[in-house]
């Protein structure tokens, strides 16, 4: 006879069930280790960077020489070559400036991001940046610290709201240790990832960039990202030409978007593979950079020889009024050059590098107007680089605490604030988007719309759709098709072939739609079949999809692998959306 006695658990297995009882000891134990990897991970980054400079700048000058200062019109050309194809073959999630990548995860996916994407993004952007694309280091690092964060929910088998934390912890890591800003890093996390201040975990975000920003001081120092001189107001009349610059700044960073989304757009239309867009960017990028190295990569001055006006000149007003509008323009030109081909990094330093230009432009023009009321150039400059930042992203409380904590510098924080808010009110008067968010609208997904609350959010598509839905081969008559969807009652099936492989979708209105046609006896399903359709992955959440749908009158979503997008795993109806719903209100009720 068996025995009903339980035996209790002992060893390794007790101890690590009592430490996941505990929250705040397993949630700072894991915000530590998200931390500290997203640490190493910003100085491993940095290195990279460092190390792709000398090979492209400094090799790239020897073996290129013959052509003289024109070498360097080829280095972003091969490096886009290297980058398009490493994002082609490796993951496409590592195009881009990576943070509206986090912000779908997290909204989305539950926080789940492929471990692999912070291998590809590392090598990259570092490449991307260390060849003269023009973008900066942060988006990487986010998805960098992120994806960290990312892998190790997934790793534990974690929930979705610990993973979400996790990933929030990562990219509030990422910022911290790039950028030495601890408090901005957490801010970031917050009001650009999670996409709202208060959080029952937010206390694990603040020591992750905290831990995050500890291994940086070991290794990159403790200096703040920009030296500057202290700054002053000489009246406080000055309070009316700052604000007039977050007028001006608000504008430009709307400009700034367009043109972006605009580039991508056109780049978007040529009949060339995908990973051969970013060098073709890269010929662009390489006769820009001739005016001045700055253009290329981040532009601080500390990095690329012979650079002469980077954001440092900027701010201590070494910049004439005429190459400060140049630098403006042409920054705005390179880095959407850079993103719009497919290239990989960040928009937060070429942010910074538009806003100081258009800050030393307007400073050095009103003090040439009004020398005895308005302060040097060098105080515009650091105010442009916030009011921009802040309109590009409409996140005026991290704008505000970064620039801050990046120049040590308190004496202008009352312009500095209103010039932000102006910037981002005139900002989202001019669109909603920002330069996050509107590249997940261009990909039909509204982040706005995925936070409202709606019991759809919890029930991923996996759980509510159909498996084994039937299927139709494309060489199906369509005499035969309208004669199956009479007989099964279904008013649309999936289309895929002798192979296995999912070809796309074909409803009873396409049948109609040909018939109306006088359609010929020999017609098949693959000949009205819709190719083009809106498609599932089995851990996105119910409500995302709609998201996607939008307007469209579809009654069924086929479900596909992630990995494999040709494999078809089920399909989603509009039955199954109600019977999910249903239990989820009585999952609601019961609580």
């Given at each position: 006879m068996k025995?009903?006695?339980v035996y209790?658990?002992?060893?390794?297995?007790?101890?690590?069930?009592?430490?996941r009882?505990n929250?705040?000891?397993?949630?700072?134990?894991?915000?530590?280790?998200?931390?500290v990897?997203?640490?190493?991970?910003?100085v491993?980054?940095?290195?990279?960077?460092?190390?792709?400079?000398?090979l492209?700048f400094?090799?790239?000058a020897?073996?290129?020489?013959?052509?003289?200062?024109y070498?360097?019109?080829?280095l972003?050309a091969?490096g886009?070559?290297?980058?398009?194809?490493?994002i082609?073959?490796?993951?496409?999630?590592?195009?881009g400036?990576g943070?509206?990548?986090?912000?779908?995860a997290?909204?989305?996916?539950?926080?789940?991001?492929r471990?692999?994407?912070?291998?590809?993004k590392?090598?990259?952007s570092?490449?991307?940046?260390?060849?003269?694309?023009?973008?900066?280091?942060?988006g990487?690092?986010?998805?960098?610290?992120?994806s960290?964060?990312?892998?190790?929910?997934?790793?534990?088998?974690?929930?979705?709201e610990?993973?979400?934390?996790?990933?929030?912890?990562?990219?509030?890591?990422?910022?911290?240790?790039t950028?030495?800003?601890?408090?901005?890093?957490?801010?970031f996390?917050?009001e650009?990832?999670?996409?709202?201040?208060?959080t029952p975990?937010?206390?694990?975000?603040?020591?992750?960039?905290?831990a995050?920003?500890?291994?940086?001081?070991i290794f990159?120092?403790?200096?703040?990202?920009?030296?500057?001189?202290p700054?002053?107001m000489?009246?406080?009349?000055?309070?009316?030409?700052y604000?007039?610059l977050?007028?001006f700044?608000?504008?430009?960073?709307?400009a700034?978007?367009?043109?972006l989304?605009?580039?991508?757009?056109?780049f978007?239309?040529?009949?060339?593979?995908?990973?051969?867009?970013?060098?073709?960017g890269?010929?662009?990028?390489?006769?820009?950079?001739?005016?001045s190295y700055?253009?290329f990569g981040v532009?601080?001055?500390?990095?690329?020889?012979?650079?002469?006006?980077?954001?440092?000149?900027?701010?201590?007003?070494?910049?004439?009024?005429?190459?400060?509008?140049?630098l403006?323009?042409?920054k705005?030109?390179?880095?959407s050059?850079?993103?719009?081909?497919?290239?990989s990094?960040?928009?937060?330093a070429?942010?910074?590098?538009?806003?100081?230009?258009?800050?030393?432009?307007f400073?050095t023009?009103?003090h040439?107007?009004?020398?005895?009321l308005?302060a040097?150039?060098?105080?515009?400059?650091?105010?442009?680089?916030a009011?921009v930042f802040?309109?590009?992203?409409?996140?005026?409380?991290?704008?505000?605490?970064?620039?801050?904590?990046?120049?040590m510098n308190?004496?202008?924080?009352?312009?500095?604030?209103?010039?932000?808010?102006?910037?981002?009110?005139?900002?989202?008067?001019?669109s909603h988007?920002?330069i996050y968010t509107?590249?997940?609208?261009?990909r039909?997904i509204?982040?706005?719309?995925l936070g409202?609350?709606?019991?759809?959010r919890?029930?991923?598509?996996?759980?509510?759709?159909?498996?084994?839905f039937?299927?139709v081969?494309?060489?199906?008559?369509?005499?035969?098709?309208?004669?199956?969807?009479r007989?099964s009652?279904?008013?649309g099936?999936p289309v895929?072939?002798?192979d296995?492989?999912?070809?796309?979708?074909v409803?009873?209105?396409?049948?109609?739609?040909?018939?109306?046609?006088?359609a010929?006896?020999?017609?098949?399903?693959?000949?009205?079949a819709?190719?083009?359709?809106?498609?599932a992955?089995?851990d996105e959440y119910?409500?995302s999809?709609?998201?996607?749908?939008?307007?469209?009158?579809v009654?069924?979503?086929?479900?596909?692998?992630?990995?494999n997008?040709?494999?078809?795993?089920?399909?989603?109806r509009?039955?199954?959306?109600?019977?999910a719903?249903?239990?989820?209100i009585?999952?609601?009720s019961r609580?």
């Amino acid at each position: 006879m068996k025995s009903d006695k339980v035996y209790p658990k002992t060893g390794l297995s007790s101890l690590l069930d009592k430490f996941r009882s505990n929250e705040i000891a397993f949630g700072v134990t894991l915000a530590v280790l998200v931390g500290v990897i997203a640490g190493f991970g910003a100085v491993l980054f940095r290195w990279l960077i460092s190390s792709f400079q000398s090979l492209f700048f400094g090799s790239g000058a020897t073996y290129l020489g013959f052509l003289g200062q024109y070498y360097v019109i080829l280095l972003p050309a091969i490096g886009g070559l290297i980058v398009g194809l490493l994002i082609h073959f490796g993951a496409r999630e590592a195009k881009g400036h990576g943070v509206p990548e986090v912000m779908e995860a997290v909204a989305v996916r539950g926080g789940r991001i492929r471990p692999r994407v912070a291998v590809i993004k590392s090598l990259a952007s570092s490449i991307c940046i260390g060849s003269g694309g023009s973008v900066g280091r942060e988006g990487p690092i986010v998805q960098i610290g992120s994806s960290a964060g990312s892998t190790v929910g997934q790793w534990l088998r974690l929930s979705d709201e610990w993973v979400r934390t996790l990933v929030a912890c990562g990219a509030a890591g990422g910022i911290s240790a790039t950028f030495n800003t601890p408090i901005g890093g957490a801010f970031f996390a917050m009001e650009i990832i999670l996409g709202r201040f208060i959080t029952p975990k937010l206390g694990f975000v603040i020591i992750s960039s905290v831990a995050a920003d500890f291994i940086s001081h070991i290794f990159l120092g403790d200096q703040p990202s920009f030296g500057i001189v202290p700054y002053s107001m000489i009246s406080y009349w000055e309070i009316l030409p700052y604000a007039v610059l977050g007028i001006f700044g608000g504008l430009a960073a709307f400009a700034f978007i367009r043109s972006l989304y605009k580039c991508e757009d056109l780049f978007g239309k040529l009949h060339t593979p995908e990973y051969l867009k970013p060098a073709i960017g890269g010929i662009g990028i390489g006769l820009i950079g001739l005016y001045s190295y700055d253009l290329f990569g981040v532009g601080y001055g500390d990095v690329y020889w012979a650079s002469t006006m980077s954001i440092n000149q900027a701010l201590i007003g070494e910049i004439a009024l005429q190459s400060l509008i140049i630098l403006l323009i042409l920054k705005i030109v390179a880095t959407s050059l850079t993103l719009g081909s497919g290239g990989s990094g960040g928009v937060f330093a070429p942010s910074l590098f538009i806003g100081a230009m258009l800050g030393g432009a307007f400073g050095t023009f009103a003090h040439q107007l009004f020398p005895s009321l308005i302060a040097t150039s060098g105080a515009y400059a650091l105010v442009g680089m916030a009011a921009v930042f802040a309109g590009a992203v409409q996140a005026p409380v991290t704008a505000i605490i970064m620039l801050f904590e990046m120049t040590m510098n308190y004496t202008l924080i009352l312009p500095l604030m209103i010039a932000v808010v102006i910037s981002t009110v005139v900002s989202r008067s001019l669109s909603h988007e920002t330069i996050y968010t509107a590249k997940l609208v261009r990909r039909g997904i509204n982040i706005r719309q995925l936070g409202q609350t709606t019991p759809l959010r919890e029930v991923t598509v996996g759980k509510a759709m159909t498996r084994g839905f039937p299927t139709v081969l494309p060489t199906m008559p369509v005499t035969d098709l309208l004669t199956r969807l009479r007989s099964s009652g279904h008013h649309g099936f999936p289309v895929v072939d002798k192979d296995g492989n999912f070809c796309g979708m074909v409803a009873l209105a396409d049948v109609e739609a040909a018939m109306s046609k006088g359609a010929s006896p020999g017609l098949t399903v693959g000949d009205i079949a819709s190719r083009a359709v809106v498609t599932a992955y089995p851990d996105e959440y119910v409500h995302s999809v709609f998201v996607k749908l939008g307007t469209q009158d579809v009654g069924r979503v086929p479900v596909i692998d992630r990995k494999n997008p040709k494999h078809l795993l089920g399909v989603l109806r509009r039955h199954d959306v109600l019977v999910a719903y249903a239990k989820a209100i009585r999952r609601e009720s019961r609580h």
